[in-house]
């Protein structure tokens, strides 16, 4: 089966750094994304990595390994409107779109 | 500004009583998806169109169905809603190109059943 794994809840403090790792099993690669939920909206778009290392984008990173189906998102500067739900998905080799059920960062003063 | 709309925001419907939500995008993209996505879950795709032609996920019950009228609206329909459906609805689209799978998303319809 195709399995994303996600730590379900992560808290950072504020102005800190926080990496949220995901490991993916699934049928074939071929790019994995990032998004950001805030409760009770729907999912924005933060990142995409089809190659292996890192993709840096202002306070946000995203890495990926490929050969150790692997890839966090890294937060830089943390502030509190970052608390939120980030979501990690790959697109597998029939380019479906496989999701993670996400993890929950709580900024805290 | 090109964006995806959901209406309603909010829906409350009956057991068993059928209900539609809408989805329109003015991104002109090719792809449409609906997701039902339950608290602290993943979202879960229900089906998605390229242009017309329609995909259905196996896992999707038959009391779902969509219709994809022209490039810019999609529904959801739920013939006989139950409370195991009371979720969020999302819509989403994406274009083809080198981030293709980027999916622009609607606001989501949250639907209660009562």
């Known amino acids: 089966g195709q399995n994303i794994d996600q730590p379900t809840e992560m808290t950072a403090t504020e102005g800190a750094i926080v990496q949220i790792n995901c490991t993916y099993q699934t049928s074939g690669f071929n790019g994995l994304f990032w998004y950001q939920q805030h409760a009770g909206e729907a999912p924005t778009f933060l990142s995409y990595n089809v190659l292996d290392g890192l993709e840096e984008k202002g306070r946000f990173s995203s890495f990926l390994s490929r050969s150790k189906g692997y890839s966090y998102l890294l937060l830089k500067e943390l502030q509190m409107k970052d608390s939120a739900s980030y979501l990690c998905a790959v697109v597998d080799s029939n380019y479906q779109l496989i999701w993670g059920a996400g993890t929950k960062l709580i900024i805290k003063p | 500004d090109a964006m995806v709309i959901q209406n309603p925001r909010y829906q409350v419907t009956q057991f068993g009583k059928p209900v539609t939500l809408s989805c329109s995008q003015t991104?002109?993209?090719?792809?449409m998806y609906w997701y039902q996505q339950k608290s602290s879950q993943a979202p879960k795709l229900l089906f998605h169109y390229y242009d017309k032609d329609f995909n259905n996920e196996a896992d999707t019950p038959d009391n779902f169905q969509s219709r994809r009228p022209n490039t810019s609206f999609c529904f959801l329909d739920i013939r006989s809603p139950g409370l195991g459906d009371a979720a969020m609805y999302l819509c989403?689209?994406?274009?083809?190109?080198?981030?293709?799978?980027?999916?622009?998303f609607g606001p989501g319809t949250r639907l209660t059943v009562t």
């Open positions: 991104l002109n993209h090719n792809v």
């Open positions: 989403a689209t994406s274009r083809e190109g080198a981030h293709a799978y980027e999916q622009y």
